[in-house]
């Protein structure tokens, strides 16, 4: 490609408006076993949405950790003694992204029955999925992550 198509290129897409992507991020794997990992994929989630793209979040099997307040303060110390960085990040992640989760995962997990107030947002915030739910947010994405 030349440097006039390669502009030319940049140009129209730039006039197109809209570069959003759709973004699926699923926390799935047990965040204990590689914290800092989880502390990148919150990072990258958060970032999607600051950047201007649609972020669907779905926590299952010990990936619903991430719901425990308790355990986000662990995180947040992973990052420092008074760091507040992924309890800030997860806000952004709470209030912004449109988030799924398997109760079955929870209760697993974390030992909450729904509606006890037990996560980090209530649980009318909360789109309540499984397998079904996973498909058709891949399926329906451009960009999948997967934590």
Known sequence: ?????????????????????????KFVSEPRNDTIKTIVGIACAARAITDGHA????????????????YIKELDQEMG?????VTEMMEV??????????????????GHSEGDGGLIIPDDKIKWSGPPGVIELSSASDIQLVY
């Open 55 to 70: 972020v669907s979040v779905f926590f299952a099997a010990s990936g619903t950790r991430l719901l425990d307040q308790a």
């Open 93 to 110: 992640i709470t209030s912004n992204a449109v988030l799924y989760c398997s109760f079955a995962s929870v209760k697993a997990t974390l």
């Open 81 to 85: 003694t008074d760091s507040k960085a």
């Open 1 to 25: 490609m030349t440097v006039r198509q390669y502009t030319h290129l940049n140009n129209r897409l730039h006039l197109d408006g809209d570069m959003s992507k759709k973004y699926f991020v």
